[in-house]
C-alpha cells in the first residue's frame, strides 16, 4: 500500500474504501478526489466485477492509494486499518448481480455477510483504541440497498422505517448485513449507519446490469433480453448522485440511522429498454433502418422477481440537503452516449470476463452449493 501524503492529512478525512474499484465505489473516489481534500485508501479484491479502469485518473493523486485484498481476510482488514489509521469507513465491497446470487448464493454470504461482519469486528476493534475526539468523529457507513425491503406493492414507496423482507439471496445477505451493523450499533456503540440505495445507473457499470447489457447488446445486433413481461418498476438513480449522497451521510448522517436514496426516476423495465433503443436509433441507427426496439427479446422471468421498487428519500433531503441531480432524463441520455462510445479496450475487457449469457437461471441446481 502507497501511504496518500502526509501534509493533506491534518484536518481532512482519511476515508477507507472498500469495494473502491465496482461502479459505485469508484464513483464515489472521484467524486472525494475531486470535491474534498480526503485521503482515500480503496481495499478491494478485484473479482470479475471491479473496474479499475474508473480509477484511471486517480492513480497519480497523492491522496489517492490501493490495496488488493478481501473484506472476509480479518488479518488483512485489520493491518490496512491499523496502517491507513481511517477518519471514517465506507463500505461498498460486495457481491452486487442478483441472477449471480441465484446461482451461487455462498459466494454472497462470503463477501457481504462474513465482509461485513469481519469490518465491523476491524472497525470497533480500531475505534476502541482511538482517543475520545478521534471516537466521537469516526464513522462506518455500510452501502446497502432498498432491495432489503423487497417488492413495494401499490403505488406505495420505501423509507427507512420499512419492514425487512429480502426476497433474492442477494438482497437476504444485505438485509443479513444490515442488521449486523444496526446490532454493532446497538451492542457496541460502533458509530455506524447504513444507506438504502436504489437502482443505480451510470458509467462503468459491468456489463450484467440492465442498462449497460441493453445497450451493448444493442449495439452488438443480439436480441436484447427483457424478464417477464417486463412490467417492473425500477426507481433509477444516477451514480454520481449516489456517490453525493454517501459522502453527505458520512459527513453529516447521525450514527446509528439509515438513510434511503431514491430519486423518484421510476421505469418499467420495458419502457426503459425501449427508450434507450430510441436514443440508440438517433446515435447509431441500424443500417436496415430499421429501430433497436426491433430487437427486444422478452425471455423467462427471474425466480423470485421484484415487481416494484420505489424509495422516498425524504429523510436525506430534509436532513442532509441531498437532491439528485442527474438522475432524470439527460442522466439517462449520457449513459447511453458513453456506454455507445468506440471504447473497445472497455468493452473487450469486460467481455473477457462475461459473454453476454443468461445467469441465475439454466442451472438452479447449482444453487445447493451452501454455505
Ligand atoms: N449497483 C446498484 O444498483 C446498487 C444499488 C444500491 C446499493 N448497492 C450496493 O452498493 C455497493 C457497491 O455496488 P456496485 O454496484 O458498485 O458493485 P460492483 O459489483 O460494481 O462492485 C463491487 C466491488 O466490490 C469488490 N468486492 C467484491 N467482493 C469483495 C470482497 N470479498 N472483498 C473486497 N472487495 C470485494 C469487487 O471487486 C468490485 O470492485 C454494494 O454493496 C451494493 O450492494 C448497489
Not at 478526489?33 to 486517480?58: E, H, I, S
Not at 433474492?168 to 457496541?188: L, N
Not at 447504513?194 to 442498462?211: A, D, H, M, R, V
Not at 420495458?270 to 426491433?294: F, K, M, N, T, W
Request: glycine share 8%.
Amino acid at each position: 500500500m502507497r501511504q496518500p501524503a502526509a501534509e493533506t492529512v491534518d484536518g481532512d478525512p482519511r476515508i477507507l474504501v472498500t469495494g473502491g474499484c465496482g461502479f459505485i465505489g469508484a464513483a464515489l473516489i472521484r467524486y472525494l478526489l475531486a470535491q474534498t481534500r480526503a485521503c482515500v485508501l480503496n481495499f478491494d479484491a478485484l473479482t470479475y466485477a471491479a473496474m479499475p479502469a474508473a480509477l484511471n485518473g486517480a492513480a497519480a493523486n497523492p491522496r489517492y492509494a490501493f490495496e488488493q485484498g478481501d473484506v472476509a481476510d480479518g488479518r488483512h482488514v485489520r493491518d490496512i486499518i491499523a496502517r491507513f489509521r481511517p477518519t471514517w469507513i465506507c463500505h461498498l465491497a460486495a457481491e452486487t448481480h442478483v441472477d449471480r446470487s441465484i446461482d451461487r448464493p455462498a459466494d454472497f454470504v462470503h463477501s457481504n455477510v462474513t465482509g461485513t461482519c469481519t469490518m465491523l469486528a476491524a472497525a470497533l476493534t480500531y475505534w476502541r483504541e482511538q482517543g475520545s475526539r478521534e471516537r466521537a468523529h469516526f464513522r462506518f457507513l455500510h452501502v446497502s440497498t432498498d432491495e432489503v425491503f423487497g417488492s413495494v406493492a401499490g403505488e406505495g414507496c420505501v423509507d427507512e422505517t420499512s419492514p425487512y423482507a429480502p426476497n433474492s439471496p442477494y438482497a437476504a445477505s444485505k438485509a443479513s448485513a444490515d442488521h449486523f451493523v444496526r446490532a454493532y450499533h446497538q451492542t457496541y456503540g460502533l458509530p455506524a449507519l447504513i444507506s438504502n440505495g436504489t437502482n443505480t445507473f451510470g458509467p462503468y457499470q459491468f456489463p450484467e446490469k440492465l442498462i449497460p447489457r441493453a445497450i451493448l447488446t444493442a449495439l452488438a445486433g443480439k436480441p436484447i433480453p427483457v424478464y417477464g413481461d417486463g412490467c417492473q418498476v425500477r426507481d433509477w438513480l444516477h451514480v454520481d448522485d449516489h456517490a453525493r449522497a454517501l459522502y453527505r451521510i458520512l459527513a453529516g448522517g447521525r450514527p446509528g440511522e439509515s438513510y434511503a436514496i431514491g430519486s423518484a426516476n421510476r421505469w418499467r423495465n420495458r419502457d426503459l429498454v425501449r427508450e434507450i433503443c430510441h436514443q440508440l436509433d438517433a446515435l447509431q441507427p441500424r443500417r436496415d433502418g430499421h429501430s433497436h426496439a426491433a430487437q427486444i427479446a422478452f425471455v423467462d422471468d427471474r425466480p423470485g422477481h421484484d415487481q416494484r421498487y420505489a424509495v422516498d428519500a425524504g429523510k436525506l433531503r430534509r436532513e442532509l440537503d441531498w437532491r439528485p441531480a442527474n438522475s432524470g432524463t439527460a442522466g439517462l441520455r449520457d449513459t447511453v452516449a458513453w456506454y455507445a462510445r468506440p471504447d473497445t479496450a472497455w468493452r473487450d475487457a469486460c467481455r473477457a470476463r462475461y459473454a453476454g449469457e443468461r445467469l441465475g437461471w439454466a442451472d438452479m441446481a447449482g444453487c445447493g452449493d451452501g454455505p
